[in-house]
Each structure stands twice: as C-alpha cells, then as structure tokens.
C-alpha cells in the first residue's frame, strides 16, 4: 500500500504528481496506439486495438497533423467485418481471418492456428532520410513471433518492407507462408497494370479492373524466374493509371526467385496486397531459435500518376540499390550476334580495333571462348568448363586483354556460371552439383541445366569462376553474367529439406554474389537472362545495368524501355544498336541512346557514312549521357496510343534536357501533328532548342530556325513539336538553358 503522507501542500503536489503521472500514462498509451509509417508524402498508419491486435487503418497520402489519422477510422461506412481482422498488418490463418493470410504455420506441436498480438514498436533514424519501424508481434499461445520492418526512404517516398519470423517451440514450425508484406488499401475500385513475356517479348503490359476475389502474379521457375511474368506491378485507385494524376502504387519483389504477389478485392471492396517469396512447392522447415528473413516487398505511392512514381523509384534506385547507381557507365562494342561462336584470337584484334575506331569505352566478348573436351561451337556443349577454348585462343584470355589494353579500349566478358551442358567436363565430375531429379529423365531448356547453389561447393566454384578471371586479368573491366535455364525437376543432392530448394537456391547466388562484391566492389557487371529474364532489385544491388531483352529491334525497345522505365532508370538499362529491326541506322542509334548505349553489330561491314554517323552519334551520347543516366525522366507521348513517342530527360538542376521522338506507325502521314509538352523545366528560364544526331550532314529546320530559345514556360504549356514524320523517323533534341 502507498503511505501518502498528509497536510495541504503535500496533498496538492500529490495531486499534481499524479495528475502528471495519468496524463503521461494516456499520452503514452495513446501514442501507442498509432503507428505511422511516413515519407514526405504518403503515409501507412497502423493502428494497434485493445487487444493487442495490429490494423492498417490508413494507407494515402500523408497529412499534416500525426494526430487526424485516427479520426481517418470515424469516415468509413462502409459495411462491418465479422473477422475483424481483414486490416490486420500481418494476417494469419488459422484463427479468425477467412481470407488469404501472410503467414501460415504448423505449430511444433501440430497446431496450425496462430495469432499476432502487439508486443512493441521502436523507430531507428538510419540516415537524414531514412527511418525504420519496426514491430514486434508474438503468438499468445506459442513461442511464436514475427518482426515487420517498414523502411521509409523520405525524399523518394519509397517504402521497402519485411518481416522476421522467429520461433522457440520445442521442436520445428513449418513455414507454409511466408509473405514480406500485407497492405490494406481503402478504395471502391483499383485497376492493375501488370506485365507478361517471353523470351524476345519482355515487359508487355495488360491493364485490367480487379475484381472481387483473389488475381495472383506470380513465377515458378526457379531461376530465370521472370521470364513469363516481372515481379513489377501497377495499381490506380479509381481510374486506370494516368502518367500524371491519380493515386498511383508502383511495386515489386527485391527477390531473384520465385515470387508471389496477391491481390485480393474483399467483400468490402478495399484492396489486400500481400506479396512476398512464392511459396509454392517451398515449405519451410524453421527449427527453435532461428529466424527466417523474407526478402523485400518495395513501393512507392504517388497522388500525381505513375509518372511522378516512376520518378520516385528511379531516384531511390539511384541513390540507395543500383551498384554504383550514381556514378558513370561503360559504352561498348558486343561481338555477339556479330560472330556468335565464330572467332579467334585475331578476328577479336580486329574487333578490338572496330571497338576504338567507334569510339566506345570497351569491348565486350561474348559466348564461346571457352571449353575444350566439349568445345563450346554453339550452345550444345561446353558450359561449365571455364578454361579458354585452345583452338580459337591458343594465347588465352590474357593475350586479347592486353591487344585491348595496347590499343586503348577496356575489355569485357561474357560468363553464364550458374549452368552446365550435360555434355561438358564439370558434368561428368561433379553430376551431384546438379539440379535434377535422381530418379527421372533429364529435362533441358537450352540444352543446360542448373547447377545447385544451395550447396557451398558449388558457391565456391562459382565465386571462383569470377576470382579467377580477375586473376589471372587485372585489368578485366566488365562482365555480363547470363542466366538462360530455367529449373525442371528441382531437386538438390545437398539438401535435406526439398522443399527448400528454390529459396536456397537464390540466397546461395546471393552469397556469391557478396563474395564477388567483397572483392570486386566497383568492376560494372550486366545481368542478363537470355534477355530480361532476371530483373529485379534485389540482383541490381550486385550489378551495375540489365538486359531488358534480346530482342532489340528499336520498334520493340521503344515500347519495352517505355515499359522498364516506370520501374528502372536509364542508367541501369543497357540497349544496344543490333541487325535487328530494319530501320535505318539512326534511328537505331537515337533508340539506344535512351537507355545505356552499346553497339552490337559488325562495325567493318558499315558503309562510310554509316560509321561516321555512329562516331558522331557516340561522341554525342558521351556530352549528353549525364542527363539521360542521372537525371528525372518524363513521359511525354505514349507510342501505345499514338503514331509517336516522346519522352525526355531532364538534369537536377533543369540546365539540360535531351528529347527523344520515335515514329511507331507506318500510317499516311502519321507524325507529329501537334506540338509535344515537355515537363520538368523551369518555366522561367530561357532554353535553346537543338536537333542533334543528324544524319551526315542532313538539315534541320529546328536548327535553321533564326531564334531557337524558349521560355520552360512555353515549352511546357504550348510544346515544341520534334516535326517527326516518315522522313524524319527518329528526332533527338537538346534544350540547354541560356541567359
Ligand atoms: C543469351 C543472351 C545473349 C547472348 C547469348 C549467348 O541469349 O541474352 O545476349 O549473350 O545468351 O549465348
């Protein structure tokens, strides 16, 4: 009992300390029971209940006073939820929720119930512009708890989001689900753009209204695991996606495997976002005391359209996951569909003569030069045995890496050290570092199959593949790595657990990959899939660019890089100019240039005037490439409903701005009719406007033009028209700021 002491002015300071005391007690609880999670302009608000259980009550745009959040809850009429748990912040099957959970368990015990209760909150400053929530939720009956974390990148209004599953049972939980995140939208109707492809036809897009129940984007193959479908994905609120208004989310899956994205309309129309690793055929066996991380579950939400999302994704990829995402990028000279396997020590002197004479910064060498039991002559034979071919190198690697350091150009080289021939000397050695079915034929995609990299001896020989290349060429300066194979009959004779597979599979690449990084902190690499078959930003923390597709006919990559871009800047999106496609070379180059130019085609069969045009074209991309790489891009013309397409880039400081123009039909006179918008200028500030790329001398009206400088203001509200027509196809314009 508490002795209170009595007289008068005891009894008032006593009145005074407790009135304190219950103040602060209700300041605290209240403050806990809100929980925002905000950039500079969104907000997810989590509200935590009387008893413990965790809701997302709120997920828009952020608001001024922290406080009106919980008034957010009193606006709503919409009908009753007899669960009462659809909002929950992690949901879980097994107690009351009827619709599809985050996480479902197997209790040691055999109990498949569980429910999350609020045990605490704690918010971490990681930078100026970063902040990371986390929240501690645990079982009340079992040993059980999980760890959301939301990081909120301020400026870019990006969030990334996780959970930690932790366990102290008497014995393994297995793990049926297992998701990274669980948002809960409010709304009467969303639409979803969604992406699906093949190989030579990535980033396709379908725009669709959800409707009530469950639309599940996902993949099951394993390792090029993107290749039907990118873990990219738009939804709008009310209306379809517009590029500059309406409330917009772009996400996606920080996970190179296979991943699985639900989303589910309820019956109160509000929208269920669950996304994480796919856990199909992938239970997981989680013993007491360790912990299971998921990966990544990334967003950014935009009440100005997909453009300004877009915008926001770049810059936070720029800054805080693309390898070196702010710094400088190598221009190069491919020999791959120049040669294909055809070549020797002295056709690659020659191409390395072709790779200065154009002006690029590195000669990359491609598939081929190695193998010599089983030469690799074509994609039959050879993969996995990583010792130059003797017949076409009988000097080695060594021997054209220093012809490439004598003449000035950096050198690179193609590796795919993931996969294996059957028909191959790594094969014969080691048949149980590879995936595949003890008991079942082998299945092939490419003629290959996948080496397991669940287990460490394989980790090992890949990370050495790379380190030896180093080795033995110090001055090696770029490597493209490839992923062609998917996983048939996934099974691991290293693993215990099956089912495990596909998750470890990715975290041993991974482990790879951060040994490579340890070591080699800055050599640029490409990830590549045959094509864009393996593009996510989990990958892109390890590598510096992708490779959106094979196909690179520049009609196609208009509208591809169009598509990529709402999610990936250009810096991180290498385009090449090919023999595909049979427009003429500069509107080859003029496609390239939008994205991390490179060049693959035979340089010494190029007419006179055709190469100078692409030494020019080069020497342009070098004065220019600091505004395409580093700077905001805009949308302005979509080729998907017009005969055109437009689009720009814009520096920080809004000096410089490079426009892009492509004709996409083929129609009477289709062209550029109107004057094209430009955005992201300064309207007060003058801009000179000039056609550059031309080719060999060709005129230019724009630049004949007397008085070529604009105020941003008329630029941006009464447009410049680019003049594209069938004559003039491609149109690149620089708009620099003047006094
Ligand atoms: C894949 C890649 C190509 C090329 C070939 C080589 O298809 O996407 O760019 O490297 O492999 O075999």
Sequence with gaps: MINIPSGKGTKLRMFVFLSVLISIFFYSTTKAQ???????????????????????????????????????????????????????????????????????????????SLALRYVSSDVKRISADIEETQLLLKDPVYDFNVKLVFRAYRKDNVVEQWSEITQNENGAVRLNKFASANLYWYGSSFWLKQYHGDWAREMQPEVTKLSHGIKTLDTKLGTRADLFQPPVFIISADHKPMEDQGEVMLGSIEWSGNYRVDLEVDNRNNLRIIAGMNNASSSYELQPGKTFRTPRFL??????????????LQSWARKYRILDGEGGRLTLLNNWESTYFDFNEEKLKNLLGDTKKLGVDLFLLDDGWFANKYPRNDDHAGLGDWQPNRKKLPNGIQAVVKDADKKGVKFGIWIEPEMVNPKSELYEKHPDWVIKQPDRPEYYFRNQLVLDLSNPKVQDFVFGIVDSLFIKNPSLAYIKWDCNSVIYNAYSAHLNHQSEL??????GLYKVLERIRAKYPQVPMMLCSGGGGRVDYAALKYFTEFW????????????????????????????????????????KVDVAMMGKLGFDIPVSKLKPEELSFCQQAVQQYNKVKDVIWHGDQYRLISPWNHDFASLMYVDRKKDKAVIFSYLVSNRYDAGSELPVKFKGLNPDQRYK???????????????????????????????????????????????????
Excluded at 80 to 101: C, K, Q
Excluded at 299 to 312: K, P, V
Excluded at 559 to 573: D, H, L, V
């Design 502 to 507: 596909y998750i470890a599979y990715v975290r």
């Design 34 to 112: 809100v929980i925002p999670i905000e950039t500079d302009s969104s907000a997810m608000v989590l509200f935590v209940t009387k008893n413990k259980e965790v809701r997302l009550r709120y997920f828009g745009q952020k608001l001024n006073d922290v406080k009106e959040y919980e008034q957010f809850t009193g606006q709503l009429h919409q009908a009753s939820d007899p669960s009462g748990v659809a909002d929950a912040v992690y949901s879980s099957a097994g107690s009351r929720n009827f619709f599809e959970p985050a996480i479902s368990v197997i209790h040691a015990d055999g109990n498949t």
């Design 689 to 739: 406007i000039e056609e550059v790329n031309l080719y060999n001398g060709a005129k230019s009206s724009i630049n004949d033009k007397k008085d070529n400088t604009y105020s941003g203001s008329f630029l941006m509200k009464a447009g410049f028209n680019p003049v594209v027509n069938s004559r003039r196809a491609s149109v690149v314009l620089v708009a620099t700021a003047v006094n």
């Design 299 to 312: 967003y950014t939400l935009s009440q100005q359209g997909t453009g300004q999302a877009s915008r926001n």
């Design 548 to 587: 959106p597709s094979d196909n690179t006919d520049p009609l196609e990559r208009v509208f591809m890089q169009w598509e990529y871009s709402y999610f990936y800047p250009a810096i991180s999106m290498a385009a090449h100019v090919t023999n595909w496609g049979r427009q003429p070379i500069k509107y």
